[in-house]
């Protein structure tokens, strides 16, 4: 029989072992970013700490934020800790609000990189034995080459597709006989609709397991995916300012775990920046404590989750975390009331006549934005004739009251209406200035 984790010392260590790694680790990195780093040697002296103001755990809350901005501001290498000839790699983000996130690695990065990111796999159910596509973009975005790695490291053979040209994707996936898919959710379901429309079944092929991340979606949608493909559908959190994906995954329990000798996290209030403890809800919040090339101190990630101190039924006892159930800068606050995207999906999910794909108008009237909800039907719902529709729009209308606490008009289309996603998938259209 196989061995139950990757690496059990580090996934079922002790807290309070794994507090002192995290202690040592967090004084090191604090250090390290304070000599080598201009930008946050000004933050930490405005603020007056210093690294070894961080006796204890809890004096991470003494040190300021980082966000996004500051990568920006600095971009591209002004928060690298390291001389350039000691990074061997870069990534990035894809810039369209703006310039590039850059992510450089030294050789020492990648390597725990690829351990997180083993580890997220491994706990998936993914082994040497398996044949993966990888169907995440190559390049610069972190997804591709995070998962490459950390299969190779498993000793998976990897069909390197990237994303794009769907028919084939699947051709392939039939041929080589794979048995692991890794994409985003979205492409996961592109995936299942074009294999339904060539007369494709994957649930009677070797396909068993997949990962997913780089965009929210809900238990639902996991649900459906699983249902389509007939497989069992994982997801790998992560952030380019981070490392990328790797920095929780979920387990045979469907837990998100996070690598916490690798990201230290907390849960702050997004309006005060007050820290909150275990199983409140709030935004979630990373410190670096192994990176090289450029360590994040407390960075705002924007999420909105919950973190949990329990052993988990697969074993761990890593701390883990809600999925996300939105993010701070995606809320609406429509007619006065705070709604996250992933509401009006957990909605349109709980009628089985719909597909999970979906696009949020949001618009002016007057002072106040308002929005309304396109979603698509399965091909079989619009054969039953416009009367179904209409009485389905108004269950799905009343729901959104009920769950959400305001009146969302909605408009269903027919099946293969809205334009499908080979990466993340455009949820929201902004007509406010148009």
């Given at each position: 029989?196989?061995?139950?984790?990757?690496?059990?010392?580090?996934?079922?260590?002790?807290?309070?072992?794994?507090?002192?790694?995290?202690?040592?680790?967090?004084?090191?990195?604090?250090?390290?970013?304070?000599?080598n780093?201009?930008?946050?040697?000004?933050?930490?002296?405005?603020?007056?700490?210093?690294?070894?103001?961080?006796?204890?755990?809890?004096?991470?809350?003494?040190?300021?934020?980082?966000?996004?901005?500051?990568?920006?501001?600095?971009?591209?290498?002004?928060?690298?800790?390291?001389?350039?000839?000691?990074?061997?790699?870069?990534?990035?983000?894809?810039?369209?609000?703006g310039?590039?996130?850059?992510?450089?690695?030294?050789?020492?990065?990648?390597?725990d990189?690829?351990?997180?990111?083993?580890?997220?796999?491994?706990?998936q159910?993914?082994r040497?034995?398996?044949?993966?596509?990888?169907?995440?973009?190559?390049?610069?975005?972190?997804?591709g080459?995070?998962?490459?790695?950390?299969?190779?490291?498993?000793?998976?053979?990897?069909?390197?597709?990237?994303?794009?040209?769907?028919?084939?994707q699947?051709?392939?996936?039939?041929?080589?006989?794979?048995?692991?898919?890794?994409?985003?959710?979205?492409?996961?379901?592109?995936?299942?609709?074009?294999?339904?429309?060539?007369?494709?079944?994957?649930?009677?092929?070797?396909?068993?397991?997949?990962?997913?991340?780089?965009?929210?979606?809900?238990?639902?949608?996991?649900?459906e995916?699983?249902?389509?493909?007939?497989?069992?559908?994982?997801?790998?959190?992560?952030?380019?300012?981070?490392?990328?994906?790797?920095?929780?995954?979920s387990?045979?329990?469907?837990?998100?775990?996070i690598?916490?000798?690798?990201?230290?996290?907390?849960?702050?209030?997004?309006?005060?920046?007050?820290?909150?403890?275990?199983?409140?809800?709030?935004?979630?919040?990373?410190?670096?404590?192994?990176?090289?090339?450029?360590p994040?101190?407390?960075?705002?990630?924007?999420?909105?989750?919950?973190?949990?101190?329990?052993?988990?039924?697969?074993?761990?006892?890593?701390i883990?975390?809600?999925?996300?159930?939105?993010?701070?800068?995606d809320?609406?606050?429509?007619?006065?009331?705070?709604?996250?995207?992933?509401?009006?999906?957990?909605?349109?999910?709980?009628?089985?006549?719909?597909?999970?794909?979906?696009?949020?108008?949001?618009?002016?009237?007057?002072y106040?934005?308002?929005?309304?909800v396109?979603?698509?039907?399965?091909?079989?719902?619009?054969?039953?004739?416009?009367?179904k529709?209409?009485a389905?729009?108004?269950?799905?209308?009343?729901?959104?009251?009920?769950?959400?606490?305001i009146?969302?008009?909605?408009?269903?289309?027919?099946?293969?209406s809205?334009?499908?996603?080979?990466?993340?998938?455009?949820?929201?259209?902004?007509e406010?200035?148009?």
């Amino acid at each position: 029989m196989s061995k139950k984790f990757w690496d059990e010392k580090c996934e079922t260590m002790p807290v309070d072992e794994m507090e002192k790694v995290q202690l040592k680790s967090l004084q090191d990195t604090l250090k390290h970013v304070y000599n080598n780093v201009p930008f946050y040697k000004k933050k930490f002296d405005e603020v007056g700490v210093k690294p070894d103001d961080c006796k204890k755990l809890h004096d991470i809350g003494l040190f300021p934020f980082s966000y996004k901005n500051d990568l920006r501001d600095n971009y591209p290498f002004g928060l690298c800790a390291v001389p350039m000839r000691e990074v061997v790699r870069v990534h990035a983000s894809s810039g369209t609000t703006g310039k590039p996130i850059t992510g450089p690695y030294t050789a020492k990065d990648l390597d725990d990189w690829s351990e997180c990111m083993a580890r997220t796999l491994y706990a998936q159910g993914f082994r040497d034995d398996d044949i993966v596509q990888n169907a995440y973009g190559y390049g610069l975005f972190t997804g591709g080459l995070g998962f490459h790695q950390g299969a190779l490291k498993i000793g998976c053979a990897v069909v390197p597709t990237s994303s794009g040209l769907t028919e084939r994707q699947i051709i392939l996936m039939q041929d080589f006989g794979v048995t692991g898919l890794m994409c985003t959710p979205t492409y996961a379901l592109t995936i299942a609709e074009r294999a339904n429309r060539m007369g494709v079944d994957f649930k009677n092929s070797p396909l068993r397991v997949g990962s997913f991340g780089a965009e929210p979606w809900t238990v639902a949608m996991r649900e459906e995916i699983q249902a389509q493909l007939g497989i069992a559908a994982h997801e790998a959190y992560g952030l380019t300012e981070l490392m990328g994906p790797g920095v929780a995954f979920s387990c045979e329990a469907y837990k998100l775990h996070i690598n916490e000798d690798h990201a230290y996290p907390e849960i702050i209030d997004s309006e005060t920046g007050e820290s909150l403890p275990l199983g409140h809800q709030g935004e979630l919040v990373f410190t670096s404590l192994q990176r090289r090339a450029m360590p994040m101190i407390r960075y705002r990630t924007k999420d909105i989750t919950r973190l949990h101190r329990e052993t988990c039924s697969c074993g761990r006892t890593l701390i883990t975390m809600d999925k996300i159930t939105g993010r701070a800068d995606d809320m609406l606050i429509i007619t006065g009331v705070n709604v996250f995207p992933s509401q009006v999906e957990a909605v349109i999910l709980e009628f089985p006549e719909m597909q999970p794909i979906y696009q949020i108008r949001v618009m002016k009237k007057g002072y106040l934005d308002v929005m309304a909800v396109e979603a698509e039907a399965k091909r079989s719902v619009y054969e039953d004739g416009e009367e179904k529709i209409t009485a389905l729009t108004k269950k799905i209308s009343d729901r959104f009251t009920q769950v959400i606490g305001i009146k969302i008009p909605i408009t269903i289309l027919p099946f293969n209406s809205i334009p499908r996603s080979e990466g993340k998938a455009k949820r929201i259209i902004d007509e406010r200035n148009n």
